[in-house]
């Protein structure tokens, strides 16, 4: 059988003759930018977890930071593997644009290929600063940018199917930086059993001092609008070896255990993703 090919319109060589910032160009834009049910008889407890009323609070209100009005929106592109090269190179040159253009109130925070995970995939993270007006004036104006529409129309014929989620930000996490590279990045995803995102707060709330020392803590995000329960942790390390030694000094931490035993009663499944950064990733400097 013969291989496939990705064939790259004329269209999609115009959007590459000026492919925009690569790396080494002096790009210096800044990139990044608790359910505890009622439980009266357990007093020693109430010592240590914040009592939320779940029928008065919403948990965005609850958990999300309250001093930033920041919305995310992860995507999830799985791509025609003939294509994934042809479809990095169109990225690489169209989104940083965005992320530079001051008049659109968006930043890419990062952009990756699944290396270990779901393959043929590509993962972007973007943040809106503003919440859902900055969301809507960008979406408004992209619909008159005919660069950006030249470029879905061709992006459409690589891919095989495409999703995304809006995110808010625990109030316990940090904010995602720009950080010295290269680094490899480690995306968990947890779907939440319907009810427990409280709990789930409230406990990694009190752990995430567990995994500080090595700042391997990138961010955390729960979903708002998409598939819903829905927790991401993006953790940053310099190699495997880094990660695998990170990971296993919190198990040495005293507190750490007990986290995970609790955690582990919340949620459905997880899955992983390792992700190098491509050329374009704004979290690495």
């Known amino acids: 059988m013969a291989p496939r090919l990705c064939i790259i319109s ?27 049910k009622d439980n009266e008889g357990s007093w020693f407890r109430s010592l240590f977890v914040h009592k939320v009323d779940p029928r008065k609070d919403a948990h965005s209100t609850l958990l999300s930071k309250k001093e930033t009005s920041n919305l995310y929106k992860i995507q999830f592109h799985n791509v025609k593997p003939e294509c994934l090269d042809a479809y990095n190179t169109l990225t690489e040159a169209v989104l940083p644009k965005l992320h530079l253009d001051e008049d659109y109130p968006c930043s890419l925070v990062g952009n990756w290929n699944t290396w270990y995970g779901e393959q043929d995939q590509a993962v972007h993270l973007w943040r809106f600063s503003g919440g859902y ?29 495409r999703r995304n989620q809006l995110l808010l930000e625990f109030s316990f996490w940090n904010e995602p930086q720009p950080r010295t590279g290269p680094n490899i990045y480690e995306l968990r995803t947890y779907k939440l059993k319907p009810g427990t995102m409280i709990e789930w707060g409230n406990n990694w709330a009190r752990a995430i001092k ?3 020392e090595n700042q ?20 940053a390390y310099k ?6 030694e990170t990971r296993n000094a919190a198990w040495r931490k005293r507190g750490w255990d007990e986290n995970v035993y ?9 899955s992983v993703r390792l992700l190098p950064p491509l050329k374009m990733v704004m979290l690495s400097s």
């Open 239 to 244: 190699d495997l070896q880094s990660r695998e």
């Open 210 to 212: 567990y995994r500080q």
């Open 10 to 36: 004329a269209a999609a060589r115009r959007l590459l003759g000026n492919p925009g910032p690569r790396l080494g160009d002096p790009v210096t834009a800044a990139a990044v930018r608790f359910y505890s």
């Open 216 to 235: 391997e803590a990138v961010g955390g995000f729960f979903s708002q609008i998409g598939e819903l329960y829905v927790v991401h942790h993006l953790w």
């Open 262 to 270: 609790y955690t582990g009663k919340c949620f459905l499944w997880e």
């Open 133 to 161: 007006p900055a969301l809507m004036d960008c979406m408004n104006k992209l619909k008159n940018n005919k660069e950006y529409l030249e470029f879905r129309k061709e992006r459409s014929k690589m891919l095989l199917s």
